[in-house]
């Protein structure tokens, strides 16, 4: 169980972005937990200009967002196991760290499984479906020996 990660680095600020070989450990995890083999995912990190523009063109909201998930629904006749894209703000990532005085790495790692479940189809948007999603990340993130990102917040 593999995750194929496509990192595009799209940002001039990169001084606590984690590594490649970091973020194919979280998501290697997440298959793993979610009983999936080999997929492939496309992980771009932006500016705030670039997540503004997409998260007022895709969702509606006038502002810059932590991460946003494009998931891919392949043609009938196509076989790749391609899961999606992720867009990950790198600014909104370092002031939600610093704001909620969390481990930078932490919210990483966070933030892609968070990111990757939406791919996969889990949402948050009624009370049931957040608990679910949330448990799920909760046990991954365990796996990785992080605490429970929902403490406290």
Sequence with gaps: MTATIDLQIACAE???????????????????????????????????????????????KDKPTNVLSFPFD??????????????????????????????????WAHLIIHGCLHLLGYDHINDDEAEEMEAIEIAILAKLSIDDPYLDH
């Design 74 to 107: 392949a043609p009938e006749h196509v076989t790749i196991d391609l899961l999606g894209d992720l867009v990950i703000c790198e600014p909104v990532v370092l002031n939600e760290s610093k704001q909620q005085e969390k481990d930078v790495k932490h919210h």
């Design 14 to 60: 990169t001084t606590h972005l984690p590594s490649l070989n970091e973020i194919q450990h979280w998501c290697n995890t997440l298959l793993r937990h979610q009983d999936l083999s080999d997929k492939e995912i496309t992980i771009r990190i932006v500016d705030e200009e670039e997540s503004h523009s997409l998260n007022k063109q895709y969702r509606g």
